[in-house]
């Protein structure tokens, strides 16, 4: 019966958010939290425990699979984990890999501190709740451990995550009211979106993040609640129907706000079968742990150095002018916070043209230059309080804070003064990705209806909003000199594109024309006059 009302209520929750999804674009955050507080308090619903016995054992099963390039670095990595006063069986579990190397690095001499166990078997059902179950079932075999998990062989493991994952674990879920806290992990996925956070909090040993899902590379329960929620579905879909399971019961995941491993996975053999490859889309760990990884002296492609020390990479998503320059100002500020000890921006960045990178990067002077790591993309919200703006997002979203707010882009061009531009008005019709529900007609009825006289149009590319054809046209031949163009104007009239945000990082006012469809996030700078139109 209860149950079946607790199935019920979850049913109407998800549904109410289907709705918030496809209609309303509203999130039912509070009655989510309501409900997952309540669940916490009443005693029929809450049978997963609280606390452990000091000094619990500790059972962890590292999944193989083929990929012995990651399993090395893996197991080298894992193998150099500080173990405090932790009882901790290692068991290395193969799922009927092919490739002898596997065999070999898996039988490699360890240190004698860690107690390894080896098991091989046939390859089993192609979906990671499979491995999981078959080799869970192995490590409970070998013991009566306290605390169970396991890892896939794609993690790199920094020497404190496991006591630093105990800490926070053993504190939240003895104090932690708002929710039921069920598997947790020391891997903060930077899958923002699939995994969905809902709310980070304090412990006496470092913040920690609750999450609906939070995957599978670290993965770690109480033993009674593993055996309280049971085993995964061996199914594509397995992770899924385990988190709809764990949501009908308010039962929540959660991990270290820090992360004390990363992922090193681009390419998985469950890629075969999966709509679209892990590929660059693979998840990163967020706020990694910023010193004390034990970097192997051989060179690797794997393993993201540079992110894995004091260092910051900027990995910009999209290629326009105006894309680059919302990061602008993340150097700066990296280094004055002394924050991160060198700035580089990723190769893998895109850039619709070289200019852009010479104008935005090179020019920087808190660049320290180019490498070719990938990290997660910031989880930007399409909603910006009134004291925050797009800029701002991204600052936090990378771990900075200089305390100011409204920040403006930045280059470091000193633009020249073009004598004929003085007291003249340059309107830029061109735009690329979204100036919203504009046409030329509207543009041109604006500057009539508003006495505005444009004595410049900008040279006329393949999207555009032109107006009258009879005026003069400007052209640059750079993108420096057509910063010097908008220094040099009296007024500027642009769209909701890279020209608005080039103006705002030359300290240049322009009044930004839009239509309907453009987000009020675009509108970042405090120098501009927006326009809808």
């Not at 107006?467 to 000199?481: G, V």
């Amino acid at each position: 019966m209860l149950n079946s009302i607790a199935d019920w209520a979850w049913r109407c929750v998800h549904a109410l958010n289907l709705l918030r999804a496809r209609l309303l674009s509203v999130r039912f955050d509070r009655v989510e939290r309501f409900l997952d507080s309540l669940w916490y308090l009443l005693p029929f619903t809450n049978n997963l425990a609280t606390s452990i016995k000091l000094n619990p054992s500790i059972g962890i099963v590292i999944l193989v699979h083929e990929r012995p390039e990651y399993l090395e670095l893996c197991l080298d990595s894992l193998f150099t984990t500080n173990l405090h006063e932790y009882d901790v069986t290692f068991l290395i579990q193969d799922d009927g890999s092919s490739d002898s190397r596997v065999r070999e690095i898996m039988e490699q001499t360890r240190n004698s501190q860690y107690k390894i166990f080896r098991s091989y078997s046939k390859k089993g059902h192609d979906s990671w709740g499979a491995a999981f179950n078959k080799a869970m079932r192995k490590l409970l075999e070998l013991g009566n451990f306290d605390i169970v998990g396991s890892c896939d062989s794609d993690a790199y493991f920094h020497p404190e995550w496991l006591d630093s994952m105990m800490k926070v674990a053993l504190w939240a879920k003895k104090y932690h009211k708002q929710h039921i806290l069920g598997p947790f992990s020391c891997f903060n996925s930077s899958d923002y979106n699939f995994h969905r956070i809902l709310g980070t909090y304090n412990s006496p040993a470092g913040k920690y993040v609750v999450k609906e899902r939070m995957g599978g590379l670290v993965y770690f329960y109480f033993k009674t609640d593993f055996q309280n929620l049971g085993y995964f579905e061996e199914s594509r879909d397995d992770e899924t129907l385990m988190t709809r399971k764990m949501s009908r019961r308010r039962v929540r995941n959660f991990c270290t706000e820090i992360s004390y491993v990363e992922h090193l996975g681009r390419e998985s053999v469950l890629d075969a079968w999966r709509p679209k490859v892990v590929g660059n889309n693979a998840a990163f760990g967020v706020k990694l742990a910023r010193e004390g990884w034990n970097i192997p002296s051989a060179p690797t492609s794997y393993i993201p150095k540079k992110r894995l020390s004091n260092d910051l990479v900027i990995h910009i998503k999209y290629s326009g002018l105006g894309d680059h320059l919302f990061y602008s100002h993340l150097p700066r500020i990296a280094k004055e916070t002394g924050r991160y000890r060198n700035v580089f921006i990723s190769e893998a960045s895109p850039f619709r043209n070289l200019e852009i990178r010479r104008l935005v990067w090179e020019l920087n002077p808190y660049i320290d230059g180019f490498c070719n790591e990938i990290c997660p993309y910031p989880n930007l919200i399409h909603r910006v309080s009134p004291e925050c703006n797009l800029l701002d997002q991204l600052m936090l979203c990378h771990d900075l804070d200089d305390g100011e707010r409204h920040h403006e882009p930045e280059i470091y061009y000193k633009p020249q003064i073009l004598e004929n531009l003085a007291g003249k008005a340059v309107y830029d019709p061109n735009f690329i990705s979204n100036a919203g529900s504009l046409s030329a007609k509207k543009v041109e009825k604006y500057f009539y209806s508003n006495n505005v006289k444009i004595d410049y149009q900008m040279k006329l590319r393949e999207k555009c909003l032109p107006i009258n054809n009879n005026l003069a046209s400007l052209s640059s031949s750079s993108i420096e000199e057509f910063c010097d163009i908008i220094n040099s104007c009296t007024d500027l009239y642009c769209l909701v594109t890279g020209t608005a945000t080039l103006a705002s990082a030359l300290g240049k006012s322009a009044t930004v024309l839009y239509g309907s469809g453009v987000s009020n996030f675009f509108m970042h700078s405090k120098l501009h006059t927006y326009k809808k139109i």
